[in-house]
T-cell receptor, first 116, second 116 residues
Framework: AQKVTQAQTEISVVEKEDVTLDCVYETRDTTYYLFWYKQPPSGELVFLIRRNSFDEQNEISGRYSWNFQKSTSSFNFTITASQVVDSAVYFCALSEAQTGANNLFFGTGTRLTVIP | DAGVIQSPRHEVTEMGQEVTLRCKPISGHNSLFWYRQTMMRGLELLIYFNNNVPIDDSGMPEDRFSAKMPNASFSTLKIQPSEPRDSAVYFC??????????????FGPGTRLTVL
């Protein structure tokens, strides 16, 4: 069963628009961790945020904000006032604690294009 | 601080040749991961090490793939013999794992492998 679903394959917005990237996860563990990574055209994977399953407080970092809702198993990512530099593929990922594994299950990614 | 270092950044080889990818994790990190990224399969974990010991290699595609971590500051991923379907970007990532706390993984720049 797919553990992380990013239903939006591609999104295009005009600069300065707000955009939300959706992430839905599936796990039976009561303790787990959620992550967002950014992959710009240069190819590297850049860590953006980690969230623990027992902390549902939303977080804001500059133009970025994250909405974690356990009731809907979602961990959505919003970029406010998008900029061209935000153009990238964004990956949501899950790590399950009780399996004893430390690996990340990645979604298929959402390609965001910000049009100037 | 130096991030995860991978070499080479690009590798072009012919089918049947041996390929060795190298990774130096972030100093002080005790977990190391090898991922492969392709258009068809996305990001998939190949193997990971905790304290230089391989923990889960279930993602290694077949016996042609092998990975070692002789010490805390160096790991290799070897493909012998290489095949065109091995063409992908190979990422190395490292993390600091302490007990049940799962910290974020930091990725290297990747090695783009092309097997002709």
């Amino acid at each position: 069963a797919q553990k992380v679903t990013q239903a939006q394959t591609e999104i295009s917005v005009v600069e300065k628009e707000d955009v939300t990237l959706d992430c839905v996860y599936e796990t039976r563990d009561t303790t787990y961790y959620l992550f967002w990574y950014k992959q710009p055209p240069s190819g590297e994977l850049v860590f953006l945020i980690r969230r623990n399953s027992f902390d549902e407080q939303n977080e804001i970092s500059g133009r970025y904000s994250w909405n974690f809702q356990k009731s809907t198993s979602s961990f959505n990512f919003t970029i406010t006032a998008s900029q061209v530099v935000d153009s990238a593929v964004y990956f949501c990922a899950l790590s399950e604690a009780q399996t004893g594994a430390n690996n990340l299950f990645f979604g298929t990614g959402t390609r965001l294009t910000v049009i100037p | 601080d130096a991030g995860v270092i991978q070499s080479p950044r690009h590798e072009v080889t012919e089918m049947g040749q041996e390929v060795t990818l190298r990774c130096k994790p972030i100093s002080g990190h005790n977990s190391l991961f090898w991922y492969r990224q392709t258009m068809m399969r996305g990001l998939e974990l190949l193997i990971y090490f905790n304290n230089n010991v391989p923990i889960d290699d279930s993602g290694m595609p077949e016996d042609r793939f092998s990975a070692k971590m002789p010490n805390a500051s160096f790991s290799t991923l070897k493909i012998q013999p290489s095949e065109p379907r091995d063409s992908a970007v190979y990422f190395c990532a490292s993390s600091s794992v302490r007990g049940p706390v799962y910290n974020e993984q930091f990725f290297g720049p990747g090695t783009r492998l092309t097997v002709l």
